[in-house]
């Protein structure tokens, strides 16, 4: 079946109205706009990458709820090395900001 370059465009629109996006505090950096590219209320995993400074994810996750977006801070299950991991960062994202 072929759709009409209309059709095609609504499917389009209609999937992306339920997909989450993922971004890396690296990546985030160099977007000056979300909104020109990201549709408001969308959820955003912002990645924790091994070896990275967990305040850079923070940041990026504080930025895109600022900015009306639903940042949910994620790492790889594989860069939990124990049991303390989760809970200090835990601690970091919910202590009181100066």
Do not use: W
Not at 36 to 42: D, K
Not at 76 to 93: E, G, N, V, W, Y
């Amino acid at each position: 079946m072929s759709l009409s370059m209309t059709e095609e465009k609504q499917a389009l629109i209609n999937m992306m109205r339920h997909t989450t996006l993922e971004v890396t505090p690296y990546g985030a950096a160099k977007v000056a706009d979300f909104s020109s590219m990201v549709r408001p209320g969308c959820t955003v995993y912002v990645t924790f990458l091994p070896g990275s400074d967990f305040a850079d994810t923070l940041t990026t996750v504080r930025r895109l709820k600022s900015e009306g977006y639903n940042p949910v801070p994620h790492f790889a299950a594989r860069s939990i090395i124990s049991i303390q991991c989760p809970i200090l960062l835990h601690a970091q994202l919910f202590q009181p900001r100066p």
